[in-house]
């Protein structure tokens, strides 16, 4: 979830902003801990309040690493130059409640259970959801399916190429999930239709077709992350408010077409069906019960696994990797994930 809390945001939001900002500062106790993580030349400051239960640190800041590494793969930078993580604890497993703002160069307040295992953390993906917020422009409310769609569709293809998911794992929750973003009857466009479906996944809709396309016209020498890096580069981070349209524009600009503008010019105020079936049978992605089954001579398969682990151009751009033209068409393996540093700990009860 993202929070804008600019003070020129009128109606329901800025109450529930000002609501939400009350969460986040209250008063730290004597076990609270900071400790700071260097993810190229950004830092994340991580205050772990323990006043509800006793948390492993370790567990806790192994699990911001690998968000870390997951976004930072996937973008080829951390998206914002300081972030502040702050990790309130509760008795019970799992991770809740995630919230971000553009403040202060950004804050992350998310809820981890004092039970929770190694294995939890690792499966998590709320903190890398959280995280992507980060790099793309704040929207207003009309436009709030584009910021949540970007982190639903993102977060599992990040963890892939960090090396921290599989994408037999995420093809089978795309099969399973992304119908749900598929307009209803009465259903209006995205920007007229805030369901929770249409939101998070029609939102996620969106940029999937997005991505597909404009691996298609660029003959899978480019794909979305392209467009999002291009997006961030330009200065779009949570701490900026764009219009949709001008962010979509530089999106298209970096990836060469104008997909994301076309598409948002026909899916914003009316309902676009899409034939997913269709789809994953040209990615070649079959459902077989509750798993799928990758087929790598289907006629877009070069495009599924591209989307899987990036392409040579989106790497070069990202990292040192670079590799020939000719064999652009395809995905490459995973790359190697930015180094992580951790660069000390306090435990003062304020950063």
């Known amino acids: 979830m993202v929070q804008n809390v600019f003070p020129f945001v009128v109606g329901r939001r800025i109450w529930l902003s000002v609501l939400l900002l009350l969460i986040p500062f209250s008063a730290a106790t004597a076990n609270d801990m900071t400790s700071t993580l260097m993810v190229g030349a950004s830092r994340i400051d991580v205050m772990i309040e323990t006043s509800e239960a006793p948390i492993s640190q370790t567990d806790v800041m192994k699990w911001v690493q690998l968000a870390a590494e997951s976004v930072s793969?996937?973008?080829?930078?951390?998206?914002?130059?300081?972030?502040?993580?702050?990790?309130?604890?509760?008795?019970?497993?799992?991770?809740?409640?995630?919230t971000t703002w553009g403040r202060d160069g950004g804050?992350?307040?998310?809820?981890?259970?004092?039970?929770?295992?190694?294995?939890?953390?690792?499966?998590?993906?709320?903190?890398?959801?959280?995280?992507?917020?980060?790099?793309?422009?704040?929207?207003?409310?009309?436009?709030?399916?584009?910021?949540?769609?970007?982190?639903?569709?993102?977060?599992?293809?990040?963890?892939?190429?960090?090396?921290?998911?599989t994408a037999q794992q995420m093809w089978s929750d795309l099969v399973r999930d992304m119908p749900k973003g598929l307009p209803r009857e009465g259903d209006a466009g995205l920007d007229h239709t805030h369901t929770w479906g249409r939101t998070y996944w029609g939102g996620?809709?969106?940029?999937?077709?997005?991505?597909?396309?404009?691996?298609?016209?660029?003959?899978?020498?480019?794909?979305?992350?392209?467009?999002?890096?291009?997006?961030?580069?330009?200065?779009?981070?949570?701490n900026q408010d764009w219009p949709i349209t001008n962010a979509l524009k530089t999106g298209d600009q970096a990836a060469g077409v104008d997909i994301l503008q076309k598409m948002y010019a026909e899916w914003n105020d009316k309902p676009v069906q899409v034939d997913l079936q269709a789809m994953w049978k040209q990615l070649g992605v079959e459902a077989d019960g509750t798993t799928v089954k990758l087929h790598?001579?289907?006629?877009?398969?070069?495009?599924?696994?591209?989307?899987?682990?990036?392409?040579?151009?989106?790497?070069?751009?990202?990292?040192?990797?670079?590799?020939?033209?000719?064999?652009?068409?395809?995905?490459?393996?995973?790359?190697?994930?930015?180094?992580?540093?951790?660069?000390?700990?306090?435990?003062?009860?304020?950063?």
């Open 73 to 98: 793969t996937y973008y080829g930078r951390f998206p914002v130059p300081h972030l502040t993580l702050r990790i309130v604890s509760f008795n019970g497993n799992g991770v809740r409640h995630g």
């Open 107 to 165: 804050l992350i307040v998310i809820h981890a259970g004092s039970k929770t295992t190694p294995a939890e953390f690792a499966e998590d993906w709320m903190l890398t959801h959280e995280m992507i917020h980060l790099a793309f422009p704040c929207m207003p409310d009309q436009q709030h399916w584009i910021e949540e769609g970007l982190s639903v569709y993102v977060e599992p293809i990040a963890r892939i190429r960090a090396g921290h998911w």
């Open 296 to 351: 790598d001579d289907a006629p877009l398969a070069a495009i599924r696994r591209a989307i899987e682990k990036g392409t040579s151009n989106s790497k070069a751009n990202g990292s040192a990797f670079s590799r020939s033209d000719e064999d652009s068409s395809d995905a490459i393996p995973a790359q190697q994930s930015p180094l992580v540093i951790f660069a000390g700990r306090t435990t003062s009860g304020k950063l």
């Open 204 to 238: 996620a809709l969106f940029n999937f077709v997005a991505d597909v396309e404009i691996r298609k016209q660029t003959k899978n020498k480019k794909g979305l992350e392209d467009a999002l890096r291009g997006i961030l580069n330009a200065g779009g981070d949570i």
